[in-house]
């Protein structure tokens, strides 16, 4: 059981993250590729990669077992992770110090291949290859799935919003269930190891996490900046081999690639600043296309201090829907992401 502990001071200073994580993305679903459960949510995904082994995965894996103890440099908590190379950077940058620490304890719960001695050194040949496993890993294994990723990322952090509209942060705690209960001042969440989290006034980040599975997770080291990586809910059948046939981005077909990646991002709100960074266009491009949505109704802009925030309108929530519903299927009562 993880026991996080709060403080008045820590319910203030509670927030949901921005998007999915790179490095949380690549490691949870390294260690959900190794294990046997969630055969309905991933069975599809893991067919998908066992069909094509990228060599990345052979060098991550023995990092990332599928249970116990992994180390925390793979997910730095620290530096702007706004892009993938950025992310990797900061793994890079790992003092020595805790690379040994964490490579240390790994070996303590299982054999690791030898290459591990040069990288607890601080090898700078080894440190390069595991960056470029990364960022192979990235390209070759989710990129292809990035979409659903988003998207269901996305949706979890306004479900997390509503629950803190509606109840404070108390009902943003209380809504990480089932694996998580609320019982002031301490969130209990059911994991494997005895843990006790203090979160002494640093406050938490709640990371939703599409390959996190089954349970939520934390960092081991205490002592980093606190964060709650926890599971979403699926849509079933999101890698099955039928659906991606007839879902090759539809929306973008319609109103072009780019404008649906902008419409997405705006499902939850983005400034032309975060839609550049997480589409890698430039900001002239993002106030171009926003002009085209919002002319189509599918946008509204709200502009402060010189800053532009869009959101998307009912009518661009309708459109992200149906596109998740597949042709032919009846409309879904209600609204909402």
């Not at 989290?197 to 980093?224: E, H, I, K, N, Y």
Request: charged share 20%; net charge positive; proline share 8%.
């Amino acid at each position: 059981m993880l026991r996080i502990h709060f403080t008045p001071e820590d319910m203030t200073r509670v927030r949901v993250a921005k998007g999915p994580d790179f490095l949380w993305e690549i490691t949870n679903s390294v260690q959900t590729l190794q294990r046997r459960d969630g055969e309905r949510v991933f069975g599809d995904w893991r067919r998908w990669v066992r069909s094509r082994p990228p060599e990345s995965r052979r060098l991550l894996s023995p990092l990332l077992p599928p249970y116990g103890y992994s180390p925390d440099f793979l997910t730095p908590a620290s530096g702007d992770h706004g892009t993938l190379q950025a992310a990797v950077d900061a793994l890079l940058g790992t003092p020595l110090t805790r690379l040994r620490t964490e490579l240390t304890l790994l070996a303590r719960s299982r054999r690791l291949p030898g290459w591990t001695r040069a990288l607890a050194e601080g090898d700078r040949e080894v440190l390069a290859r595991l960056g470029n496993a990364v960022a192979s890993y990235q390209a070759e294994v989710l990129v292809p799935h990035w979409r659903h990723v988003r998207a269901g990322v996305e949706a979890d952090r306004a479900h997390r919003l509503r629950s803190l509209m509606d109840g404070g942060t108390e009902g943003l705690l209380a809504s990480l269930g089932p694996h998580a209960r609320w019982r002031p001042p301490v969130l209990e969440v059911a994991c494997p190891v005895d843990q006790h989290l203090r979160l002494a006034g640093r406050g938490l980040v709640l990371q939703p996490s599409f390959f996190c599975w089954p349970a939520p997770t934390t960092l081991a080291d205490g002592a980093l900046p606190p964060v709650l990586v926890h599971p979403i809910r699926h849509t079933d059948g999101w890698a099955s081999p039928s659906r991606e046939a007839h879902a090759q981005d539809r929306l973008g077909l319609l109103i072009g690639r780019t404008r649906a990646e902008l419409l997405r991002a705006a499902r939850n709100g983005c400034s032309t600043v975060e839609a550049a960074r997480m589409l890698q266009v430039t900001h002239p491009a993002v106030s171009q296309h926003m002009n085209v949505l919002r002319a189509a109704g599918l946008v509204t802009t709200v502009r402060t201090a010189g800053r532009a925030f869009h959101l998307v309108t009912a009518e661009g929530r309708a459109l992200l829907s149906a596109e998740h519903r597949g042709p032919g299927a009846e409309p879904a009562a209600g609204g909402g992401p």
